[in-house]
């Protein structure tokens, strides 16, 4: 009976914590958008920039949380599960879900390791050119829309985690 009820308590808890996870994942989505529709980055809002962005912001929280690896594997987990969701809204197949989401996998976690490598390092003309790269399309380290996008890292942990 101890078993059970552990197990019981065991899925309890992970649900909850998945909840948790959501709820921080949904608030991202939301500053995302924040910042789409300020108009500053002055880029068309498509899959494209949703994806850099919310890979820049998911890297930064998993910075941030680098010490929780629970928390760090789930949300993680749901970032992908959002871009499975948004390649199936956008037509993508089951046929060809596979490949996307390797490719997906691929050029987030390059993103990821290149953002984390800046944050590590305190390096912030890494920084620069990383998001001048990924999320602006190659534009210089120096466009004031690099800015835009690091000032939306002010208070981000705060934000994500306790709202």
């Known amino acids: 009976m101890a ?11 992970k649900k909850l914590q998945r909840e948790q996870v959501m709820a921080v994942h949904d608030r991202i989505v939301d500053h995302l ?10 880029i068309e809002d498509d899959y494209d920039l949703r994806f850099d962005l919310m890979i820049f912001f998911a890297s930064y929280l998993l910075f941030c949380k680098k010490e929780d690896v629970e928390f760090s594997q789930s949300f993680w987990e749901i970032v992908f599960e959002g871009i499975q969701e948004s ?22 976690t390059a993103r990821r390791n290149a953002y984390i490598a800046a944050w590590e390092t305190e390096d912030n003309e890494l920084l620069r050119k990383a998001i001048a790269r990924n999320i602006l399309c190659g534009a ?22 306790n709202s």
């Open 33 to 42: 958008f924040d910042i789409i529709k300020n108009g500053n980055l002055k």
């Open 140 to 161: 210089k380290p120096d466009d004031k829309r690099v800015e835009t996008i690091i000032a939306g890292l002010e208070g981000f942990e705060d934000n994500m985690m």
């Open 87 to 108: 390649l199936r809204l956008r037509g993508v197949t089951d046929v060809r879900m596979g490949a996307r989401m390797g490719q997906a996998y691929t050029d987030a």
């Open 3 to 13: 078993f059970w009820t552990g197990w019981q308590k065991n899925k309890r808890q």
